[in-house]
């Protein structure tokens, strides 16, 4: 099956800018999800295909995808930012599709 | 307004079974890819199974033959039969929606709040 690594944590100083990655073999052939998670919430989809943004969510959250990196970046990072992030993908290479979730990681606004 | 609501967790034995529900409003759920995502304590978010607009019928290879998706059109719901409780299947469930236009290789654009299962003795 399909699998996504993430770093466990990320640190970064407010206003400065924080890039999460999602390493997958060939994942820039997929199409990848980014969610936001606060403690005790649901997630929150905060990048979809890749790049593009829901509305509501700031322009500072942007993404891409190439090779086998996927990358969230996060500009001008807020302490309001800090939360959990996971990169999602569909992996219909079996015979038995579904969804694919990185490990997760923690972002830490300093 | 698009909203997921889920129910039935609690507290069940191990070998033990528990229905959860997902009470969708502002959208038909046959209409969309909906699925079931679990998030044990403290740790990463997990896709349980996924039923298509079609009625198709896919799980994770975790929960597969002791989980069922289903939905009921009439009453707008979906719902995960679980059997055969694990320890390890102790998390909260969350129900999630994918957009309409989708069919497959998407994202999930309403979650519901969750619902807690803890399986103990």
């Known amino acids: 099956s399909y699998v996504l690594t993430q770093p466990p944590s990320v640190s970064v100083a407010p206003g400065k800018t924080a890039r999460i990655t999602c390493g997958g073999n060939?994942?820039?052939?997929?199409?990848v999800h980014w969610y936001q998670q606060k403690p005790g919430q649901a997630p929150v989809l905060v990048i979809y295909?890749?790049?593009d943004r829901p509305s509501g969510i700031p322009e500072r959250f942007s993404g891409s995808n190439s090779g086998n990196t996927a990358t969230l970046t996060i500009s001008r990072v807020e302490a309001g930012d800090e939360a959990d992030y996971y990169c999602?993908?569909?992996?219909?290479?079996?015979?038995?599709?579904?969804?694919?979730f990185g490990g997760g990681t923690k972002l830490t606004v300093l | 307004e698009v909203q997921l609501v889920e129910s039935g967790g609690g507290l069940v034995q191990p070998g033990g079974s528990l229905r959860l529900s997902c009470a969708a409003s502002?959208?038909?759920?046959?209409?969309?890819?909906m699925s079931w995502v679990r998030q044990a304590p403290g740790k990463g978010l997990e896709w349980v199974s996924v039923?298509?607009?079609?009625?198709?019928?896919y799980y994770a290879d975790s929960v597969k033959g002791r989980f069922t998706i289903s939905r009921d059109n009439s009453k707008n719901t979906l719902y995960l039969q679980m059997n055969s409780l694990r320890a390890e299947d102790t998390a909260v469930y969350y129900c999630?929606?994918?957009?309409?236009?989708?069919?497959?290789?998407?994202?999930?654009?309403?979650w519901g709040q969750g619902t807690l299962v803890t399986v103990s003795s």
């Open positions: 999630a929606r994918e957009p309409a236009y989708c069919g497959g290789d998407c994202y999930f654009d309403y």
């Open positions: 502002g959208f038909t759920v046959s209409s969309n890819y």
């Open positions: 039923i298509y607009s079609g009625g198709s019928t």
């Open positions: 060939n994942i820039g052939s997929k199409s």
């Open positions: 295909y890749d790049s």
């Open positions: 999602q993908v569909w992996d219909s290479s079996s015979d038995h599709p579904g969804v694919v």
